[in-house]
Nanobody, 115 residues
Framework: QVQLVESGGGLVQAGGSLRLSCSAS????????MHWYRQAPGKQRELVASRPRFGSRIYADSVAGRFTVSIDEAKNTVYLQMNNLKPEDTAVYYC?????????WGQGTQVTVSS
């Protein structure tokens, strides 16, 4: 079972940047896809970015050009660099590991963007 721990959330003004980290308990190299999701109050959880083991990274239209997902395999860590943040980016951000028929979730980290 893969354990995921997110960090890096916080309060930032609009236009600012944050970098979220997701540390995995196992070798990320063997995980099929790493995702970042977010859930705003009263809204459904939505996919923000995906970093498959093979293939191109995928971004939601709402964050494309502002967010970048990357992996440091040596540290078993996935990052989400978020630039030019907007108030509508306010949400709890979750890391997800897709491995075969299993999905593993972190506990989430709060991102709040003030206007």
């Amino acid at each position: 079972q893969v354990q995921l721990v997110e960090s890096g959330g916080g309060l930032v003004q609009a236009g600012g940047s944050l970098r979220l980290s997701c540390s995995a308990s196992e070798n990320i190299f063997g995980i099929n896809v790493m995702h970042w999701y977010r859930q705003a109050p009263g809204k459904q959880r939505e996919l923000v970015a995906s970093r498959p083991r093979f293939g191109s990274r995928i971004y939601a239209d709402s964050v494309a050009g502002r967010f970048t997902v990357s992996i440091d395999e040596a540290k078993n860590t996935v990052y989400l660099q978020m630039n030019n943040l907007k108030p509508e980016d306010t949400a709890v951000y979750y890391c997800n590991a897709e491995q075969g028929n299993h999905n593993y979730w972190g506990q989430g980290t709060q991102v709040t963007v003030s206007s």
